[in-house]
């Protein structure tokens, strides 16, 4: 694959397409709407961008996102001179949405994931950095972007999200010093906190106290763990992500060091999300194909939830608890 410079395939592409990934997070609807707005910003030109899945409410406070359009509103023939990635650790992270970074003749890939191995002819991908919109920033110091209010709000709710509030490990010297410069660029933290942390519905409270009620426990109470069935989620009848920070909870209790959640997708499928204060969960889910951070990572199970329960425990036990 031919490794290309991003200054000038921004100018010679006429369309530009920004994808994030699947169960959109913060990280990368922020990173989405700065990228877009600096490219708009710095060479007139403005990229369109594609969600694979809903906005979660929490995230509507950014104004831009009501430029997203779903995957199904987009033509499948067309042809995009230049495809940017935000945050997709793996392209199945963007599911049927392949086929456009696929034939894309720029290819383009920002994120943050130790793991992320597939090609591109523009690669950022930054292991260290606590987050993309973390890795964007540097981008454009780097080329010489300026950063107005509004791409310093999306930033800085990239950043704030994936650190969990400036708490987790993945918080350095170096992201409290760019929430700094995205402070004085007009990022204001109280209010992008308060959409992000405390607009919570008394639907998503009462949810996760029912999940939390009926956690499981091993080694210990050292291994902590929740199963979200489908019927679950439906009992609470929401549109939003209602298992958003569950595993989080988790984790912060103080005999727990690594928690996950298991989360229905199908019979017999379950997405995995897995959270830890000291061992490397990465190598946990990479197990099962899966991946992400030390602390942080994540995978898909095709077995009974009882089974991926008992898989997931014999795995973590192997590491030093």
Not at 89 to 116: M, P, S
Not at 214 to 241: H, M, P, Q, R
Request: glycine share 4%; with cysteine; aromatic share 10%.
């Amino acid at each position: 694959m031919e490794y290309l410079n991003l200054d000038d395939s921004i100018k010679l592409s006429k369309n530009i397409l920004i994808i994030s990934h699947v169960n959109p997070d913060g990280d990368t609807l922020g990173s989405m709407v700065a990228m877009r707005d600096l490219i708009y910003k710095q060479y007139k030109k403005k990229p369109e961008m594609m969600l694979i899945s809903k906005i979660p409410k929490m995230y509507e406070f950014l104004n831009e996102l009501k430029d997203a359009k779903h995957f199904s509103q987009f033509d499948n023939s067309m042809v995009y001179d230049m495809v940017i990635l935000v945050d997709v650790a793996a392209l199945d992270r963007i599911c049927d949405a392949q086929i456009f970074y696929e034939k894309a003749k720029i290819k383009v890939a920002i994120d943050h994931h130790k793991t992320n191995n597939y090609d591109a002819n523009i690669k950022f991908v930054k292991g260290e950095a606590s987050s993309t919109g973390e890795v964007i920033y540097e981008i454009a110091q780097n080329h010489g972007w300026s950063i107005d209010d509004k791409i310093a709000e999306a930033l800085y709710t990239a950043i704030l999200t994936d650190t969990g509030g400036f708490r987790f490990d993945n918080t350095s010297a170096l992201t409290l010093k760019i929430a700094s410069k995205l402070v004085e660029a007009g990022a204001k933290p109280q209010w992008i906190y308060k959409n992000c942390y405390e607009m919570k519905s008394k639907n998503f409270i009462m949810f996760q106290a029912y999940c939390l009620n009926k956690a499981g426990f091993a080694e210990n109470d050292k291994i902590a763990y929740i199963t979200v069935y489908k019927k679950d989620l439906e009992k609470f009848a929401s549109e939003d992500d209602l298992t958003e920070g569950l595993v989080e909870k988790l984790r912060s209790m103080d005999s727990t060091e690594v928690a996950f959640l298991l989360k229905e997708i199908d019979n017999k499928m379950f997405k995995v999300s897995m959270r830890s204060k000291n061992i490397d969960v990465a190598e946990v889910t990479a197990v099962f194909n899966g991946g992400g951070h030390k602390f942080a990572a994540g995978c898909v199970l095709k077995y009974s939830a009882d089974e991926c329960v008992k898989k997931l425990l014999t795995e973590i036990k192997k590491q030093d608890l």
